[in-house]
């Protein structure tokens, strides 16, 4: 297939604002691509090449590419950089850069998906001596090659900014809507294996067929069972009549796969975690008795005295990539265990939650306080459970999770007769920083205020502006310093000393009170909120919604 192809849907994507018809548009599209070059071309419309749950990244800066548009236009550096200054995009710089060459030369060479996607995964694995060489030949050898409009797009991917708004959900519709399958099995075929592209091919070559055949694969990452929010207790005990209450932790949710001698750690977030933590890993190897499994469960931060810790520090082992041995030492984890997925040549998905346990409880050799079946209790009435309750809190806990021990597991989303969470009101919302104010005096160079999004539906409007929470010195909590480092590069529109920001980190936040206010767009105001800790096992997708928020507003009502 022709990159053109390509180029001229994104810009047909570009030009709507409707769901529905960038679904239609990329419905078209996948249609008429071959089987062959199909993967690519759904990853691609996507703005990546990897699947989502890979940690591989092209990993391309900004100042290579200026270096790779020099030396396929010959342009000066530093007329490109006057150009990107003017444009505010290296794709919008690239095209008008190529589309003064092309009136100069008579060359006209094709580019195709091929040729983009081999040379963009080519970039992704360079590395070591001459590797930045490497890199600006492949780059430039696709501008070389590239159309005006091919050009603005082939750097938007590199520099993984496509911005032609086509999440998810609209590759999940038009794969439903190309090749005339059910989208709930288009949906639960990535809940289970997380890469549109495999399941957009095999929509195409084997139908509903071949989709309902793509499970959970040892070694890959996939959406974990999700609990929803509830007021209290009392919800539980009306919604399950076989019931089992767990402690919810504070820490990290964690799915461990097995394959004889191998592990893998892998994150809610789909994240791949192995390397920073040898010490799980070894307990795996140690304590689990299945040659083969997949097994759901909760690591915590521990104290010297072995008491739990903020997530927030725990977190600092996730992005630790050296000196692993020694933050093993200085935070211990502690690996509570609470379900099973797949074990020796058996997916358990779908056996209730009590048969689930038994093989769990088989499965694993605990050891108190280290690596141990979660802790739980199967109350007989209410004040046994409230209980059970205020011992997690006590314990420093974040609540309970209810469970029915008669659903199956259902990867990715929270249903209902499933789990739910319950923590104390008023609880604390997960929120996106969409922009902020610059600081001035001692806060000069980081921020003033931050303001704070909900999600509602595929937009994230504002619901309140943080000044409080952040540390301004190095000592304890997450430093303005820290914040502003990585907010910087997702700067995407500045006014004056006010700032936009790419909707890509989440934050928890507490509140006094959430109150109704028509100065913000989502129509809900959160008073006096305060910074409590990054979110960086989850992402913007998970956000709190429009709806949570109504709910939490109209409980905190009936309590006056």
């Given at each position: 297939?022709?990159?053109?192809?390509?180029?001229?849907?994104?810009?047909?994507?570009?030009?709507?604002?409707?769901?529905?018809?960038?679904?239609?548009?990329?419905?078209?599209?996948?249609?008429?691509?071959?089987?062959?070059?199909?993967?690519?071309?759904?990853?691609?419309?996507?703005?990546?090449?990897f699947?989502?749950?890979?940690?591989?990244?092209?990993?391309?800066?900004?100042?290579?590419?200026?270096?790779?548009?020099?030396?396929?236009?010959?342009?000066?550096?530093?007329?490109?950089?006057?150009?990107?200054?003017?444009?505010?995009?290296?794709?919008?710089?690239?095209?008008?850069?190529?589309?003064?060459?092309?009136?100069?030369?008579?060359?006209?060479?094709?580019?195709?998906?091929?040729?983009?996607?081999?040379?963009?995964?080519?970039?992704?694995?360079?590395?070591?001596?001459?590797?930045?060489?490497?890199?600006?030949?492949?780059?430039?050898?696709?501008?070389?090659?590239?159309?005006?409009l091919?050009?603005?797009?082939?750097?938007?991917?590199?520099?993984?900014?496509?911005r032609?708004?086509?999440?998810?959900?609209?590759?999940?519709?038009?794969?439903?809507?190309?090749?005339?399958?059910?989208?709930?099995?288009?949906?639960?075929?990535?809940?289970?294996?997380p890469?549109?592209?495999?399941?957009?091919?095999?929509?195409?070559?084997?139908?509903?067929?071949?989709?309902?055949?793509?499970?959970?694969?040892?070694?890959?990452?996939?959406?974990?069972?999700?609990?929803?929010?509830?007021?209290?207790?009392?919800?539980?005990?009306?919604?399950?009549?076989?019931?089992?209450?767990?402690?919810?932790?504070?820490?990290?949710?964690?799915?461990?796969?097995?394959?004889?001698?191998?592990?893998?750690?892998?994150?809610?977030n789909?994240?791949?975690i192995?390397?920073?933590?040898?010490?799980?890993?070894?307990?795996v190897?140690?304590?689990?008795?299945?040659?083969?499994?997949?097994?759901?469960?909760?690591?915590?931060?521990?104290?010297?005295?072995?008491?739990?810790?903020?997530?927030?520090?725990?977190?600092?082992?996730?992005?630790?990539?050296?000196?692993?041995?020694?933050?093993?030492?200085?935070?211990?984890v502690?690996?509570?265990?609470?379900?099973?997925?797949?074990?020796?040549?058996?997916?358990?998905?779908?056996?209730?939650?009590?048969?689930r346990k038994?093989?769990?409880?088989?499965?694993?050799?605990?050891?108190?306080?280290?690596?141990?079946?979660?802790?739980?209790?199967?109350?007989?009435?209410?004040?046994?459970?409230?209980?059970?309750?205020?011992?997690?809190?006590?314990?420093?806990?974040?609540?309970?999770?209810?469970?029915?021990?008669?659903?199956?597991?259902?990867?990715?989303?929270?249903?209902?007769?499933?789990?739910?969470?319950?923590?104390?009101?008023?609880?604390?919302?997960?929120?996106?920083?969409?922009?902020?104010?610059?600081?001035?005096g001692?806060?000069?160079?980081t921020?003033?205020?931050?303001?704070?999004?909900?999600?509602?539906?595929?937009?994230?409007?504002?619901?309140?502006?943080?000044?409080t929470?952040?540390?301004?010195?190095?000592?304890?909590?997450v430093?303005?310093?820290?914040?502003?480092?990585?907010?910087?590069?997702?700067?995407?529109?500045?006014?004056?000393?006010?700032?936009?920001?790419?909707?890509?980190?989440?934050?928890?936040?507490?509140y006094?009170?959430?109150?109704?206010?028509?100065?913000?767009?989502?129509?809900?105001?959160l008073?006096?909120?305060?910074?409590?800790?990054?979110?960086?096992?989850?992402?913007?997708?998970?956000?709190?919604?429009?709806?949570?928020?109504?709910?939490?507003?109209?409980?905190?009502?009936?309590?006056?």
């Amino acid at each position: 297939m022709q990159y053109r192809t390509l180029a001229e849907t994104y810009e047909e994507l570009n030009a709507t604002m409707s769901k529905l018809a960038k679904a239609e548009i990329v419905a078209k599209l996948l249609k008429k691509t071959p089987s062959d070059e199909i993967e690519k071309v759904t990853l691609l419309l996507s703005g990546r090449i990897f699947p989502e749950w890979s940690d591989q990244k092209i990993g391309v800066a900004e100042k290579l590419v200026i270096k790779a548009i020099a030396k396929a236009t010959g342009s000066s550096v530093d007329n490109i950089v006057k150009e990107f200054k003017k444009t505010g995009d290296l794709g919008f710089t690239a095209e008008n850069l190529i589309e003064k060459k092309k009136q100069l030369t008579l060359d006209q060479l094709d580019l195709t998906v091929k040729l983009v996607f081999e040379n963009l995964t080519n970039l992704a694995q360079q590395e070591g001596s001459g590797s930045q060489e490497k890199k600006l030949d492949l780059i430039s050898e696709l501008l070389s090659a590239a159309e005006p409009l091919e050009a603005r797009y082939v750097i938007r991917t590199i520099l993984e900014q496509l911005r032609v708004g086509v999440a998810k959900g609209i590759i999940r519709d038009a794969i439903a809507q190309a090749f005339e399958v059910d989208k709930k099995i288009v949906e639960s075929a990535w809940q289970s294996t997380p890469n549109y592209g495999l399941i957009a091919k095999t929509a195409k070559t084997d139908g509903e067929k071949g989709l309902k055949k793509i499970g959970v694969v040892i070694g890959e990452p996939f959406q974990v069972a999700l609990a929803e929010k509830v007021p209290d207790l009392k919800d539980a005990f009306e919604k399950f009549s076989n019931l089992l209450l767990e402690y919810k932790y504070d820490g990290m949710r964690i799915l461990i796969h097995k394959k004889g001698d191998k592990v893998w750690l892998f994150t809610r977030n789909l994240e791949d975690i192995t390397k920073q933590f040898p010490d799980i890993v070894e307990l795996v190897r140690k304590n689990i008795k299945a040659d083969k499994c997949i097994i759901d469960g909760e690591a915590v931060g521990l104290t010297e005295k072995g008491k739990p810790i903020p997530f927030q520090k725990l977190s600092t082992r996730i992005k630790r990539k050296y000196d692993i041995e020694k933050q093993s030492a200085e935070i211990p984890v502690q690996v509570n265990l609470f379900d099973v997925i797949y074990a020796d040549g058996k997916f358990t998905t779908e056996l209730p939650l009590h048969e689930r346990k038994k093989i769990l409880a088989k499965l694993v050799t605990s050891h108190k306080g280290k690596f141990q079946i979660a802790k739980g209790l199967i109350p007989k009435d209410l004040a046994e459970a409230q209980k059970f309750y205020d011992e997690a809190l006590k314990m420093g806990h974040e609540g309970l999770i209810a469970k029915n021990l008669d659903a199956v597991y259902v990867p990715g989303r929270k249903v209902a007769g499933g789990w739910l969470k319950i923590k104390p009101t008023m609880e604390n919302l997960d929120l996106v920083i969409i922009g902020g104010v610059w600081g001035t005096g001692k806060r000069a160079g980081t921020f003033g205020s931050l303001i704070l999004g909900l999600r509602n539906k595929h937009l994230f409007q504002a619901c309140g502006k943080l000044g409080t929470g952040l540390k301004e010195k190095e000592g304890s909590g997450v430093t303005l310093q820290h914040l502003a480092k990585i907010l910087k590069p997702l700067v995407i529109e500045e006014n004056n000393n006010e700032i936009k920001f790419k909707p890509e980190i989440l934050i928890e936040v507490a509140y006094e009170e959430i109150q109704k206010s028509p100065q913000y767009e989502s129509g809900f105001a959160l008073r006096f909120p305060r910074f409590i800790r990054l979110r960086e096992d989850k992402s913007a997708k998970d956000a709190d919604d429009i709806n949570r928020i109504n709910v939490l507003y109209k409980q905190q009502k009936g309590k006056r």
